[in-house]
């Protein structure tokens, strides 16, 4: 059968993209990515790659460097379906890896901001910022310890060099973090 798409899940994503000031596209389409991992049962996951309904917005937030509100660019607001969980032992001793297939296959709203963020504090404000705004809009309760909010950080450093060159580290992505303090550490 070919998936259907969740009119709920869209109107509330188009709410989340106008209150963003983002674009909304004219036309839009969804991709299969397609790639093996244990918490993707059917092998692909339905996502908007090149053509997501929305682009081009914005978010203000409040700098650590600055005053004056800082505004952090939006690159997009797309639709896709979840994945599972992966739940692994963490102890140490090699226990069990588990696959909690509860979520999978459920809407996913993804907001995909620009790096214009400059510290740790603004990460942070621009997490609380986007859960203020998303639960006073009815999208998310923003339960981030239920998974009701989620965050990936790509983080990097500019580091200066004892000649006065600045360096930018290799950036690393920093998955699935259910806590807002958790991203300001990272």
């Known amino acids: 059968t070919l998936p259907v798409m969740n009119r709920k899940a869209f109107r509330l994503a188009v709410r989340t993209a106008m209150a963003l000031n983002c674009e909304i596209a004219r036309f839009t389409k969804w991709d299969r990515k397609q ?17 997501p309904f929305s682009s081009s917005g914005f978010l203000e937030i409040d700098s650590d460097l600055s005053d004056e509100p800082k505004r952090v660019r939006i690159n997009r607001v797309h639709l896709e379906d979840d994945a ?14 588990q696959v909690d297939l ?19 504090f603004e990460a942070r404000r621009y997490l609380e910022e986007l859960r ?12 981030m ?3 009701s909010l989620r965050c990936d950080a790509n983080v990097n450093l500019h580091v200066e060099t004892e000649s006065g060159e600045t360096i930018a580290t290799p950036i690393v992505e920093i998955k699935n ?8 550490a990272a």
């Open 132 to 143: 203020l705004l998303l639960t006073y809009l009815g999208v998310s309760d923003c339960n």
């Open 145 to 147: 310890q239920e998974g």
């Open 84 to 97: 599972g969980k992966n739940m692994h032992d963490e102890s140490g001793r090699g226990g069990n890896s």
């Open 177 to 184: 973090m259910n806590s807002i303090r958790g991203v300001e």
């Open 35 to 51: 790639y093996f991992y244990p918490d993707l049962p059917k092998g692909y996951q339905i996502s908007q790659f090149d053509l």
């Open 102 to 120: 509860n979520r999978a296959g459920t809407p996913l709203l993804e907001i995909v901001s620009e790096p214009d963020m400059s510290s740790a």
